[in-house]
C-alpha cells in the first residue's frame, strides 16, 4: 500500500486523496492549512473519520483540498494523533516542568483546575500549545513575576487561560499577536530575544484542532491568551 502521507502530498485526483483519507487509522486525522506567501493563514480543516469536534466531511475536506491545490499558494498536510487524552493531567505535567523557574528565578506560578477532563486532540501538539503560552507569559509578566494557568469547566467545554501580570496589550495591537515576528510595544521589551514565532505556531495548531482561541488585555493590567476544547467523555 502507498505511504498515505506522500499521496496526499502529490494528490492530483478524488480517488489519490480518497485513499489517503480511508486508510487511516481510526484514531487519527488529517490537517490542512493553507497560507499565503507571506505565511498568513488563509483558512484550516481537519478531517478525522471518527467525526470529533469541528472535523469536516470527508467530501467537503477534499473539495477544499482542491481547491488549495488550485489557488497556487503554499498547501500543507500535516497528520494530527487524534484521541482522547487527559488534559488536566497533560497541564500538571507541563506546569511541573516549570517549577524551577519557581525555585531559582522566584516566579509564582499558580495552577487552578475546577476539575479533571478530557478532550479529544494532539496531547503533544497540546503540550506545545501550553509550553509556548507559559514561555509568552513568562517574558511579559510584571515585577510581581506572577503567572496564573487556570483551567475552568462549562457546559461543554474546558478553557484555559494563561495570565500573566505585566503592561498587557494596547487594543490595535491585540489583532497583530498572532502574526509572524510579532514584537509588540517597548512596554513587552522582553520578547524582542525570543524568535517572534511563538503565539503564530499555537494560532496554527488551534486552528488545525478546530479550537477557539484569543487574548483578553488592557494596558496596564497584563493579558490573558486562552484556548477552549469541547470536553469529551473518558
Known amino acids: ?22 486508510t487511516l487509522a481510526l484514531d487519527n486525522g488529517v490537517s490542512l ?16 473519520p471518527r467525526g470529533t469536534m469541528n472535523t469536516l466531511p470527508q467530501d467537503t475536506f477534499k473539495e477544499l483540498y482542491a481547491q488549495a491545490q488550485a ?32 525555585e531559582q528565578d522566584g516566579y509564582v506560578m499558580e495552577f487552578v483546575a475546577d476539575g479533571e477532563v478530557y478532550i479529544m486532540g494532539d496531547a503533544d501538539k497540546i503540550t506545545q500549545v501550553l509550553c509556548n503560552l507559559i514561555g509568552n507569559a ?29 503592561e498587557g ?22 520578547l524582542v530575544s525570543g524568535t517572534g514565532l511563538g503565539l503564530s505556531i499555537v494560532q496554527k495548531i488551534l486552528e488545525l484542532h478546530g479550537a477557539t482561541y484569543g487574548v483578553e488585555s488592557k494596558p496596564g493590567m497584563g493579558a490573558d491568551f486562552w484556548f477552549a476544547f469541547e470536553i469529551v467523555e473518558k
Open 1 to 22: 500500500m502507498r505511504d498515505w502521507k506522500s499521496i496526499l502530498v502529490s494528490a492530483e485526483d478524488s480517488d489519490d486523496l480518497s485513499e489517503a483519507l480511508e
Open 33 to 48: 492549512l493553507v497560507t499565503d506567501a507571506d505565511g498568513a493563514t488563509l483558512y484550516s480543516a481537519q478531517y478525522n
Open 71 to 102: 489557488s497556487g499558494g503554499e498547501t500543507q498536510i500535516e497528520y494530527m494523533g487524534s484521541m482522547q487524552f487527559d488534559l488536566t493531567d497533560l497541564m500538571r505535567q507541563v506546569m511541573l516542568r516549570y517549577g524551577k523557574l519557581k
Open 138 to 166: 513568562i517574558n511579559y509578566t510584571g515585577a510581581d513575576k506572577k503567572i496564573i494557568v487556570r483551567q475552568s469547566l462549562h457546559e461543554h467545554h474546558v478553557r484555559v487561560d494563561v495570565i500573566d501580570s505585566g
Open 169 to 190: 496589550i494596547a487594543a490595535q495591537d491585540i489583532p497583530y499577536v498572532w502574526d509572524r515576528y510579532y514584537k509588540g510595544d517597548k512596554a513587552r521589551k522582553r
